[in-house]
């Protein structure tokens, strides 16, 4: 049978309550569900993707030591309670990453060279990386590694701001040759609120400027989604009837069909 590359997709956005960690985990958690194995990668030190799928903060626990070049990162690989999904869990240690990297070797490329073993093994179809709301070293890595990356973006005015720095990033980063092959995987428009004619405005201009890159699917403003989290549950496991859970649950089908 022929060996397809498992996917690495950085979840990013360098601005930070857009819903990014949210997609994360349920657009993992959907996937995982509907039959794919999922490795979800938390790169974020606020970690809440890691207690989001009901996991502690555990030191020791995160990428954080493989990225230095101690041990591997195979090792810190752990199951959930959902099936087919694991997850490689951040811990507070992960603040300091960007300061020791910038000292070592090969310093973007740390976070790729820890997990090609794990990708080339055939053991996951997809790796969901999800990035601090940053572009600094750890996001860097992650788009590095990355086969391409997906963006979160919420309905709201400052929306295109976000997106076009990472557009630059990504351009930069093919003309570096750091990770000339990076796509931009889609756009995922986050937080839409119905009620609201600025949602529908952002979703048509986000649309007339990506095209098809953005995914049909729309995520809408819910207090079921927020409420999750605090569960350590993803959305189709607190709420599965919810309104949240039904537009996750298309949206991998969606991201499934695109990103194969």
Known sequence: ML???TKVIAVANQKGGVGKTTTSVNLSACLASQGKRILMLDLDP????????????????SCY??????????????ATAFENLSVIPSEV???GADIELARSENHLHRLKTCLDPVANQDLFDYILIDCPPSLG???LNAFAAASGILVPMQCEYYAMEGISMIHRVLNQLRDTGLNPTLELYGVVMTMFDGRTRLSTQVV???????GD????????RTTRLAEAPSFGKPIIYYDKYSAGAAAYEVLAQEFAHKIV
């Open 93 to 95: 240690d992960l603040c």
């Open 46 to 61: 606020q970690a809440n993707a890691t207690s989001g799928v009901g996991l502690e903060k555990l030191e020791g626990a």
């Open 213 to 220: 890159k953005v995914f049909e699917t729309v995520i809408p």
């Open 3 to 5: 060996h397809v590359p």
């Open 204 to 210: 048509t201009e986000v649309r007339e400027h990506f």
């Open 65 to 78: 030591r493989p990225l230095l070049g101690e041990g591997s990162l195979e090792e810190k690989i752990q």
């Open 137 to 139: 070293i750890l996001t």
